[in-house]
Nanobody
Framework: QVQLVESGGGLVQPGGSLRLSCAAS????????MRWYGQAPGKERELVAS???????NYGDTMKGRFIISRDNAENTVYLQMNSLEPEDTAVYSC?????????????WGPGTQVTVSS
């Protein structure tokens, strides 16, 4: 059973940093791309960053240059380093992957971790 569990969220002042972690289990982590999504209050969930099997990364336009996604295949964990945080970054951040299950590519989500940027 695929499980994704995020941690590392919290309250941070504008300009501060946080490092989110997503611990994965139940699938062969090193063979799947991983993604971070963010959902701000009253808004749709949006892609923040993705990392491929080969560690090729992509970022949403508003996060480019401030956030860094990385993965540790030995620890089955994907990270999101968030720098220069702005109040607009306040959101629930969730980890996502799509895993082949019974011949179907099935999305899986973690419960999310709250990030609040406020002075």
């Amino acid at each position: 059973q695929v499980q994704l569990v995020e941690s590392g969220g919290g309250l941070v002042q504008p300009g501060g940093s946080l490092r989110l972690s997503c611990a994965a289990s139940g699938f062969r982590f090193s063979t799947y791309a991983m993604r971070w999504y963010g959902q701000a209050p009253g808004k749709e969930r949006e892609l923040v960053a993705s990392i491929s099997v080969a560690s090729v990364t992509n970022y949403g336009d508003t996060m480019k240059g401030r956030f860094i996604i990385s993965r540790d295949n030995a620890e089955n964990t994907v990270y999101l380093q968030m720098n220069s945080l702005e109040p607009e970054d306040t959101a629930v951040y969730s980890c996502n992957t799509e895993v082949w299950q019974s011949g179907t590519l099935t999305p899986s989500w973690g419960p999310g971790t709250q990030v609040t940027v406020s002075s």
